[in-house]
């Protein structure tokens, strides 16, 4: 019973991936800063014009946009709106900050 209740709660708990879903990213940079919406088809669009495709490889946000660039960048193990973490713009390479924000 109680492995079956642990189980249960682990099951409930919302992915990193669900979070971005329900939710947005912020992305920024010394460049400037775009908020990205993934949608559950696997697509994403930005409030800047880019879009494309979205996938998770292992513990990674991968996207290829629309103009072919490509790569992937470390995701959250957080799961609150405020999480914020680092990492390597996957189209761009540039160091920047990313920040879950609430999607409205």
Do not use: H, K
């Amino acid at each position: 019973m109680l492995i079956s209740s642990i189980l249960l709660a682990v099951a409930l708990q919302a992915s990193p991936v669900d979070t971005l879903v329900a939710n947005a990213l912020e992305v920024s940079s010394p460049s400037g800063s775009y908020i990205t919406y993934f949608e559950a088809d696997g697509t994403y669009t930005t409030n800047v014009g880019i879009s494309g495709t979205w996938w998770v490889n292992g513990d990674e946000l991968c996207v290829q946009r629309s103009t072919g660039e490509s790569g992937c960048a470390p995701l959250g193990d957080s799961q609150e709106v405020g999480t914020t973490w680092t990492g390597q713009n996957a189209a761009t390479g540039e160091t920047v900050t990313y920040t879950i924000v609430s999607r409205g």
